[in-house]
């Protein structure tokens, strides 16, 4: 298990190292048209995706590999997660605003292949997973030692891949936020998508709580029952509400993780039991929900928000161990990360596609090796 570390890197400092690199990276471009497109051989390369305009498909390029601060680790790169995340930074639509040109990609798995001169944590050769604020599509990632936490043993670098965002969310979504409890009910909505499949993973096989899963599709459906769901409601074929209120006999649902906003956010907003809690996880529906407040008064519930990423900042011990827990879950084969696609490097743009198209299960990881 890792241990906890207080303080990660504050936002300005953030912002600084990603002006620095994107500095770096618009003055590679730069000379490498000046050069008809081959690079000066100077120094080592590595292939990476690149977001150069908002909007426009992605393009893969060599970079050169930056020197090490004394904290860092270069990561040879495996696999790396696509997360709506990426998708909506290369948009422009993102919480978190990104200069161009960058490099998408917030979570990874590999191999360490050097160490900055104050690093403790790692060494050469360890299988590590990471988290970064974005530059993960690439074959290699600087990170800081802080943010690398070992692999373990009898886990595969796909599987780690697709823990971080994932399943960190859904832990701290259904324990942090939600306090859920064994034995309670649980509706989780997009519930094939890979935050929805990680919920129900989580809730279900750690938990012990009765899920009832919710999804586009038939198709959709079987497979969250699949993954441990007790029933599943097809959203697209009726009203949801009516559904959770004949699977729970009028009582409703103790918890709801919602990623899809708009109107499924109410009709499961509306399905919770007494004291029930809603946690707003994602909109990707895209359309923001208002909530009526009188309806948490009449009923005494709650509606909280996750924002996983923001706990990097504000309560790091409270990250880390969302990581350290799905590791650890996964080693003890009590969570199966399902992964949906694996994608090339090259096929960064049609990989985005699955994902936005609304085809993919589970989680969509890029193969970089
Ligand atoms: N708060 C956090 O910290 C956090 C962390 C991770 C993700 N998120 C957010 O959670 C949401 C889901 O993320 P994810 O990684 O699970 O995505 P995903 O794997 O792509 O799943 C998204 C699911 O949303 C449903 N959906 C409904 N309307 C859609 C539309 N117009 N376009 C695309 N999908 C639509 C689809 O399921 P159906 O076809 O079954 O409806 C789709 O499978 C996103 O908004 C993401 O930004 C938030």
């Known amino acids: 298990m890792t241990v906890p570390l207080r ?9 600084r190292l990603q002006r620095g ?32 305009e908002l909007t426009k498909p992605l393009i893969v390029r060599n970079l050169p590999s930056p020197p090490l601060q004394p904290h860092e680790v270069r990561v040879g790169v495996h696999y790396c997660g696509v997360n709506f995340a990426d ?14 040109p960058f490099t998408p990609g917030m979570e990874f798995s590999g191999t360490v292949m050097e160490t900055g001169a ?11 997973i990471g988290v970064s604020s974005m530059s993960a599509m690439a074959e290699e990632c600087v990170a800081d ?18 823990l971080p965002v994932s399943y960190g969310t859904a832990i701290l979504a259904l324990d942090q936020r939600a306090r859920t409890q064994p034995g309670e009910t649980v509706l989780v909505t997009a519930a ?3 935050t929805g499949l990680a919920a129900i993973d989580v809730a279900a096989n750690v938990l012990k709580t009765k899920v009832i899963a919710a999804a586009g599709s038939d ?3 079987n497979l969250a029952l699949e993954k441990g769901a007790a029933h599943s409601v097809n959203y697209t074929q009726g009203s949801l509400k009516e559904e959770v209120k004949k699977l729970t006999e009028n009582r409703g649902v103790n918890v709801v993780l919602d990623a899809v906003g708009g109107d499924i956010f109410k009709e499961a907003l509306y399905s919770l039991a ?20 009188n309806l948490l008064l009449l009923k005494n519930v709650s509606a909280l928000g996750v924002y996983w990423g923001r706990y990097r900042e504000e309560d790091f011990p409270v990250f880390s161990s969302s990581i350290s827990s799905a590791l650890w879950y996964c080693q003890e084969r009590r969570i199966r990360p399902h992964l949906g696609a694996v994608f090339k490097l090259e096929e960064v743009n049609e990989a985005f596609s699955r994902v936005t198209q609304r085809k993919s299960t589970g989680k969509v990881i890029i193969s970089v090796k």
């Open 145 to 162: 030692q802080k943010m690398l936490w070992p692999i373990p043993e009898g886990v595969s670098y796909e599987e780690a891949a697709a």
């Open 274 to 293: 007494w004291e029930g809690r809603i946690v707003v996880v994602g909109f990707a529906g895209g359309a923001i929900p208002s909530v009526p407040a």
């Open 219 to 221: 198709h959709k459906c």
């Open 7 to 15: 303080g990660g890197l504050g936002p300005a400092r953030l912002l």
């Open 87 to 100: 998708i909506l930074a290369c948009r422009g639509l993102y919480q978190e605003k990104h200069c161009l």
């Open 21 to 52: 690199r994107c500095n770096a990276i618009k003055e590679l471009l730069r000379s490498s048209s000046m050069n008809n497109g081959t690079l000066l051989q100077s120094c080592r390369n590595y292939r990476a995706a690149l977001c150069t």
């Open 192 to 194: 094939a998508g890979a």
């Open 118 to 128: 104050n690093v403790s944590t790692v060494q050469e050769g360890d299988r590590v």
